[in-house]
């Protein structure tokens, strides 16, 4: 008896799962369909650019000063003091260099963040909603979770999102 009822236990799920409705959806595709991501993504190089800029700047700073250094540092007359001080201004430069690197890429991130959150909350809306109009127990997103066998009772809801996204 206790075998039966073990079976029965490890059985149950299966025997749901079988009876669930399943659907998938792919939402990087339905992502990069989305006419907001091309607007998100021309802010996004716009911002990129102008860090650019601004580092390029911070390098010729950089590159004057070090070009000056080897100068000194060939004259045999000049101090040492002199030497060691043009050696800390070039340290100086070097840890503003990279300090910049670091506040551009998280301020990038961040943007980033900003920017393609609403977009992604809107398809997960959508799918969720075509979901629940569809009736369905379950929508796995293909993009995250490969599906490696889809049968013929896996309902597509592709269509249906495009849909309700406005995409078709």
Do not use: C
Request: net charge negative; proline share 4%.
């Amino acid at each position: 008896m206790k075998r039966i009822w073990m079976l029965a236990v490890a059985l149950l799920p299966l025997m749901l799962m079988a009876q669930a409705r399943i659907g998938i959806v792919n939402s990087q595709q339905l992502f990069d369909l989305m006419p907001e991501k091309a607007a998100a993504e021309a802010q996004l190089k716009a911002l990129s650019d102008k860090y650019h800029a601004e580092y390029m700047l911070l390098q010729r700073e950089f590159d004057k000063k070090y070009a000056d250094y080897q100068t000194i540092a060939a004259d045999v007359t000049m101090p040492d003091a002199i030497k060691e001080r043009r050696v800390q201004e070039l340290q100086e430069s070097d840890k503003k260099m990279r300090e910049f690197e670091r506040r551009a890429a998280d301020d990038i991130a961040a943007q980033r963040a900003a920017l393609t959150q609403p977009i992604a909350d809107r398809v997960q809306a959508a799918i969720r909603q075509a979901g629940e109009q569809g009736g369905l127990d379950v929508v796995f997103d293909t993009a995250v979770t490969p599906v490696a066998y889809t049968g013929p009772a896996t309902i597509d809801l592709m269509p249906v999102v495009k849909t309700l996204l406005g995409l078709e």
